[in-house]
């Protein structure tokens, strides 16, 4: 059984900043990738930022340098600095991690429950 346990969504002024974090706990092996994505009702969850186990890192288009994503190998732990906030990165905010349990060889992809932010004008 694998968890994802994420904080620090909340309420923020526009211009203001949150850090979003997430763990990964369970039968985990590996972890190649660690991300963020986010949804509202009515439209498709989209990719915010991802990293990858070496480093290598993806941030969607409208992230445009605001955001920082991070994360500790050692502890299966992924941090988004979210920087410049805009009302229009209000969503709900999701967690995702690609990896391998501790039996067999197949990946899996994760996610976890989801955290509210809220970028007020």
């Known amino acids: 059984q694998v968890r994802l346990v994420e904080s620090g969504g909340g309420l923020v002024q526009a211009g203001g900043s949150l850090r979003l974090s997430c763990a990964a706990s369970?039968?985990?092996?590996?972890?190649?990738?660690m991300g963020w994505y986010r949804q509202n009702p009515g439209n498709q969850r989209e990719l915010v930022a991802r990293?990858?186990?070496?480093?290598?890192?993806n941030y969607g288009d409208f992230v445009k340098g605001r955001f920082t994503i991070s994360r500790d190998n050692a502890k299966n732990t992924v941090v988004l600095q979210m920087n410049s906030l805009k009302p229009e990165d209000t969503a709900v905010y999701y967690c995702?991690?690609?990896?391998?349990?501790?039996?067999?060889?197949?990946?899996?992809?994760?996610w976890g429950q989801g955290t509210q932010v809220t970028v007020s004008s």
């Open positions: 369970g039968s985990i092996s590996s972890i190649d990738a």
């Open positions: 990293i990858m186990r070496g480093g290598t890192t």
């Open positions: 995702n991690a690609i990896l391998s349990l501790t039996y067999g060889s197949a990946t899996y992809s994760y």
